[in-house]
């Protein structure tokens, strides 16, 4: 019976002793674990932080890129509007002598003007100048097509000083001399 007593107590003892140990072990990994995820949390606002730095030095050079292509549209358009402003008096010169032939009023008031928007789409060219045809005239451009406007977009014949006029509603302020042939 003691023999027993004495094998239960050292079998108690090494079950104890081994016990320990694992509980040791678990307690430890338990605090590794919560130690990566503190780091882990350190370490994903800095993973943004950075995207976010690589992002906004993607948007700067976007907009760097931009901004040349900006400024010479700008450049361009201010050049065609003091190109304008320089000669109006040529242009005008220009209309009253390409503009032999009149259209009567009560056929302009009819067909032309700026609640008459058309689209001329193609200019033919006859005798080596572009022409167009609306409202039964032929009317042939005096100057050349402005840089901005598309054959696609609105336009409108007017009569302004003694001299027809092509305008572009999405380009005020712009006036293309024509003739009527």
């Given at each position: 019976?003691?023999?027993?007593?004495?094998?239960?107590t050292a079998v108690l003892s090494l079950t104890l002793g081994a016990a320990v140990p694992v509980y040791a072990q678990?307690?430890?990994?338990?605090?590794?674990?919560e130690k990566q995820a503190q780091d882990g949390k350190k370490a994903q606002p800095e993973k943004s932080t950075q995207?976010?730095?690589?992002?906004?030095?993607?948007?700067?050079?976007?907009?760097?890129?931009?901004?040349?292509?900006?400024?010479?549209?700008?450049?361009?358009?201010?050049?065609?509007?003091?190109?304008?402003?320089?000669?109006?008096?040529?242009?005008?010169?220009?209309?009253?002598?390409?503009?032999?032939?009149?259209?009567?009023?009560?056929?302009?008031?009819?067909?032309?003007?700026?609640?008459?928007?058309?689209?001329?789409?193609?200019?033919?060219?006859?005798?080596?100048?572009?022409?167009?045809?609306?409202?039964?005239?032929?009317?042939?451009?005096?100057?050349?097509?402005?840089?901005?406007?598309?054959?696609?977009?609105?336009?409108?014949?007017?009569?302004?000083?003694?001299?027809?006029y092509l305008y572009n509603p999405f380009h005020p302020g712009i006036r293309v001399v024509i003739m009527v042939i």
């Amino acid at each position: 019976m003691k023999l027993v007593g004495i094998i239960g107590t050292a079998v108690l003892s090494l079950t104890l002793g081994a016990a320990v140990p694992v509980y040791a072990q678990q307690e430890e990994h338990a605090q590794q674990e919560e130690k990566q995820a503190q780091d882990g949390k350190k370490a994903q606002p800095e993973k943004s932080t950075q995207q976010e730095e690589k992002h906004a030095q993607q948007e700067d050079k976007k907009a760097q890129q931009e901004k040349p292509a900006q400024e010479e549209q700008k450049h361009a358009q201010q050049e065609e509007k003091q190109a304008q402003h320089e000669k109006p008096a040529q242009h005008e010169q220009q209309a009253e002598h390409a503009n032999n032939h009149r259209i009567p009023d009560d056929r302009f008031r009819a067909n032309f003007g700026r609640e008459h928007v058309f689209v001329i789409n193609r200019p033919v060219i006859i005798e080596g100048q572009p022409r167009f045809q609306y409202g039964g005239y032929w009317f042939g451009f005096s100057q050349p097509w402005p840089g901005g406007w598309l054959y696609t977009d609105n336009v409108y014949v007017d009569f302004v000083d003694g001299g027809y006029y092509l305008y572009n509603p999405f380009h005020p302020g712009i006036r293309v001399v024509i003739m009527v042939i």
